[in-house]
């Protein structure tokens, strides 16, 4: 029999928002799961993983390590290490699994399944990580649209609640036209993020072609994560960039002004480290920014000279570099905490007497002098050699020659001109022209016919 109807208020039911991911909550007790697949050196492999979850946040409270070289289809790991990490999970009481291997969506959402927890693969974790250091308002737009882009491949899954269809009145859910209205949300996101990065990096063209009417050449630091660049450029260019003995601590580039010898400067940039399988994701996002590497007329590589798979590094860097385009810029090479190691600081040079790698230490400022006299030379190997003869109204004129370059010989003509043979940069020169307002003609000399003996100073 029905119940009378009363006019009293129902109170309204509180139901829970629909979420994008329809997963266990997450924690902070990780476990971490190594395979050796016979590729890498296991160890290490996972001794970089353990840096990378630290780095995030995470604390690490278990490992799960074995062989294998066929990734089970269903869950990567197979049904018997599957058990094996339930078991661990609930020893350790952990509430997040990472997995140092990349993971398709069915595979996540399956160990999500089996766990019942958070899992993370590769890919993930190096995102995450990205979106707790992004700073400056570039740097969120680039890891937001990597995000995205990470998004979109697994919305099938993420949106699984929804896709059941349930028969009788009241049960039928939004099924595919939810998944494909989010789909379009994304799309529509992707877009104006990439519109707004077109924007940014317009003005960082702008920047550059600054940069070039100045003559300023441009230096750009590159490395693995954790090598040490945001420390030595501070130490070079007298900066405040963050810097911290964790992977990523730096992702937005900075740019300094640098003075270097024979009254050269230069601009030097510090950019976002690299690492082994970096997401395609976070490089086709952070292009704008790393367009500085490859617009660069040099490449400080910083290497962390403390790490045993110091080599190994440097390969993965310049595998990024090639991919980017930026294999054709010339090096230069710098071996850093040299301290850890009880080395000294020196310069190598190779056979035609061209300094090709330099080893300092950022943290004690050993060497420092040294990587500038490298990057002086380095940048100015393109040296003007020739006489100018100037009015006795260009005194100005002639103390920038004697500040610019090395005047080798001074004279003065009977009509009370003076005539200097210089040796200076080519870009020092072609500067004089351009904004100093200099007229007179500059007559090359071969390096023969320059004058032996002291400098005129």
């Known amino acids: 029999m029905p119940k009378p109807r009363t006019n009293e208020p129902t109170a309204p039911v509180e139901t829970a928002p629909a979420q994008l991911f329809e997963r266990p909550g997450g924690g902070e007790r990780a476990l971490l799961v190594q395979i050796d697949d016979g590729f890498l050196d296991a160890d290490e492999a996972l001794r970089e993983f353990e840096a990378l979850a630290v780095s995030a946040g995470a604390d690490v409270c278990g490992y799960q390590t074995g062989r294998g070289r066929r990734p089970d289809a269903k869950t990567y790991l197979g049904p018997g290490k599957v058990a094996e990490l339930q078991a661990l999970k609930s020893a350790e009481q952990a509430d997040l699994v990472l997995i140092n291997h990349p993971l398709s969506p069915v595979q996540e959402r399956n160990l999500e399944r089996e766990l019942q927890c958070r899992v993370l693969d590769r890919t993930g974790l190096i995102l995450d990580i990205f979106a707790q250091r992004a700073r400056s308002h570039e740097g969120k737009l680039q890891v937001e649209l990597a995000q995205l882009r990470h998004i979109a491949s697994r919305l099938v899954r993420g949106w699984s609640h929804l896709e059941r269809q349930k028969g009788g009145i009241g049960l039928r859910g939004p099924g595919e036209t939810q998944l494909e209205m989010d789909r379009r949300m994304l799309g529509v996101r992707i877009k104006q993020l990439e519109r707004r990065l077109g924007r940014v990096r317009q003005q960082r063209d702008q920047g550059r072609q600054a940069r070039r009417r100045k003559d300023l050449p441009a230096v750009s630091m590159v490395g693995y994560t954790n090598a040490g660049k945001s420390t030595l450029f501070n130490r070079v260019a007298g900066s405040q960039v963050y810097s911290a003995d964790q992977l990523f601590a730096t992702l937005d580039t900075t740019m300094r002004r640098i003075e270097l010898s024979g009254g050269e400067a230069a601009v030097i940039a510090d950019t976002v480290g690299f690492i082994r399988d970096l997401p395609p994701q976070l490089v086709a996002a952070f292009r704008s920014t790393l367009e500085e590497v490859v617009e660069a007329q040099l490449l400080v590589h ?48 190779d056979d035609a007497g061209v300094a090709r790698a330099v080893w300092l230490s950022a943290a004690t400022n050993e060497g420092l002098d040294l990587l500038r006299e490298a990057i002086a030379e380095r940048v100015a190997v393109e040296q003007a050699k020739g006489v100018i003869e100037l009015s006795p109204a260009e005194g100005r004129l002639r103390a920038k020659f004697y500040a610019l370059g090395d005047v080798l010989e001074e004279e003065y003509t009977e009509a009370g001109h003076v005539r200097l043979t210089v040796e200076m940069p080519q870009r020092a020169l072609n500067r004089l022209y351009r904004h100093e307002g200099l007229e007179a003609e500059w007559v090359p000399l071969s390096s023969s016919a320059l004058p032996a003996g002291r400098v005129a100073h």
């Open 302 to 349: 910083v290497i962390d000279a403390s790490d045993p798979l110091r080599e190994d590094n440097a390969r993965e860097v310049n595998s990024v570099l090639d991919a980017l385009g930026a294999d054709a810029v010339p090096q230069l090479l710098v071996y850093n905490k040299i301290d850890l190691r009880g080395l000294a600081p020196r310069i190598e040079r």
